[in-house]
């Protein structure tokens, strides 16, 4: 090999790219759209709660994100139907010389319902992660989203002293937004431990979800016994519940059990855990 070509010429990326959309036929949501380009997939649609949520699997079978690839989602909910879509494990993003990215383009359409409740994201010290999320929510439709980020790996004594996570999450219902969030963590930063910041801890999770609560609801949910660090902002339209934690296994646990409480009350069915997340 020439010396003088530099590595990254030769190392191989990923462009993949999935559509989903789903449509309501009667008392059934159904899968209107499905494709993909590159490592991308969908497993089998379930319906573990019966015929009106479709249940989709999304599967990257290298198992892992490294510099130079590219993940494009897009994802409709048609009007009246109502879809959750999870993973089957952690997204995990690889050291690597260069950024890689990802991006999630969500549509919600009157009356709908989306749940996206991804498995936890583990960012590798030494990655360049890059990540932005647009959802856009039409007339009364109903969104409930959560993400978990771990900075480095605790377990293997990883700390996050290289690289850095990027994201960017937008929602709007009508053109209106309701929510704006950017972020940036550079590896060794100084709010890896400031108290302003992570406060020494390297998990952090969201969950976001339409429409407001009562003050018993919203105390109820307070009070959780969790061993994480977290607490709930009741927003015009929109309840923010934020976490920090040692494990990723505690801030998913807190988020289950908000689920639990939140989803009957303002999506109106009784949580069902999918069978993938006890795999």
């Given amino acids: 090999m020439n010396a003088s070509v530099p590595v990254s010429v030769f190392t191989p990326s990923w462009h993949a790219e999935l559509e989903l959309g789903y449509g309501r036929d009667g008392d059934t949501t159904r899968p209107t759209l499905r494709r993909h380009k590159g490592p991308l997939r969908v497993q089998k649609h379930l319906y573990a709660e019966g015929p ?72 590798y010290s030494g990655a360049q992660a890059e990540l932005r999320t647009d959802i856009e929510l039409l007339g009364d439709a109903k969104l409930l989203y959560w993400d978990v980020v771990a900075l480095g790996r605790p377990a293997s004594g990883e700390r996050f002293d290289a690289g850095h996570f990027q994201a960017e999450l937008n929602i709007s219902r009508d053109g209106q937004l309701l929510w704006h969030e950017r972020q940036r963590v550079v590896g060794d930063d100084g709010l890896l431990d400031s108290p302003i910041g992570l406060d020494g801890q390297p998990v952090f999770a969201t969950l976001l979800i339409s429409g407001e609560i009562d003050s018993e609801l919203l105390e109820q949910c307070r009070t959780l016994s969790t061993p994480v660090r977290g607490d709930l902002s009741q927003l015009p339209g929109l309840l923010v519940a934020r976490c920090l934690a040692s494990e990723t296994l505690h801030a998913r646990a807190w988020l289950i059990q908000l689920w639990h409480l939140l989803r009957p009350a303002l999506l109106g069915r009784t949580a069902v855990p999918p069978r993938i997340w006890s795999t």
């Fill in 52 to 123: 009106e949520v479709c249940q989709h699997i999304i599967v990257h079978p290298p198992g892992g994100i490294a510099g130079g690839d590219r993940l494009d989602i897009s994802t409709t909910v048609g009007a009246n139907a109502w879809a959750q879509l999870t993973s089957p494990g952690a997204a995990k993003w690889y050291r690597a010389a260069g950024p890689a990215y990802q991006r999630l383009d969500l549509r919600v359409e009157a009356g709908a319902t989306l749940e996206w409740l991804p498995q936890e994201t583990i960012v």
